[in-house]
């Protein structure tokens, strides 16, 4: 899963939505250098980003990709979930996609000293841009994907897999769909079992 899917993962608690996105940025074992609730979110981003890439939808959608993608698929295919999730948004929140991503970057400028450099140049980029509402346009997730591709180790043209995922959207669309709902159930029960603890 890619960003968009895990702030919507990670609930309405903005600790929890700040360790949902820091995941993704932050490595290593978590020793409580942040508050616990910081923490939480980040060990369920873990475990939404172990899940995901075991569910039989995701395994699916990879295979369709086709051998050549067999490397980079999943990272190509985590942010077409995030261009479904946008479209598809009113299903899944009641708040718009600008009201929710607007209060999550306000949420996370008072928790300023617990963002890692890297994390807080994502989130100044993300709201300049307004990033996460623009997944909903396809342009915007060819120039991610250029961008990703980029930055990997060895630069790779990420965004020449663009194609297969518009061809194959149908399908992809019954795999998120798949995939998010069984997310979505999970990330709720792990939220509720560590409320519990």
């Known amino acids: 899963m890619n960003y ?73 295919l985590d942010i077409w979930f995030d261009h479904l999730l946008a479209k598809q948004w009113q299903n899944w929140h ?29 989130i100044q980029r993300a709201e300049q841009f307004k990033l996460l509402p623009g997944y909903r346009e396809v342009d915007v997730i060819q120039r991610t994907l250029e961008r990703v591709g980029m930055r990997l180790r060895r630069p790779q043209p990420l965004a020449d897999i663009l194609p297969l995922l518009l061809a194959d959207n149908e399908a992809l669309e019954q795999d998120f769909q798949r995939v998010f709902t069984d997310l979505s159930q ?12």
């Open 4 to 76: 968009l899917a895990h702030l919507l993962l990670s609930g309405p608690d903005p600790d929890w939505q700040l360790g949902g996105l820091l995941g993704d940025f932050v490595k290593g074992p978590l020793k409580g250098e942040r508050p616990q609730a910081i923490e939480d979110g980040m060990r369920l981003h873990r475990r939404i980003d172990l899940l995901s890439d075991r569910h039989p939808a995701y395994l699916e959608a990879l295979h369709r990709l086709g051998p050549q993608w067999r490397r980079l698929g999943g990272i190509a």
């Open 94 to 122: 009641p708040q718009s996609l600008e009201t929710f991503t607007r209060n999550c970057w306000s949420n996370f400028h008072r928790r300023r000293q617990w963002i890692p450099d890297n994390a807080q140049a994502f």
């Open 186 to 197: 999970q990330a709720e029960l792990f939220r509720q079992q560590t409320f519990r603890q």
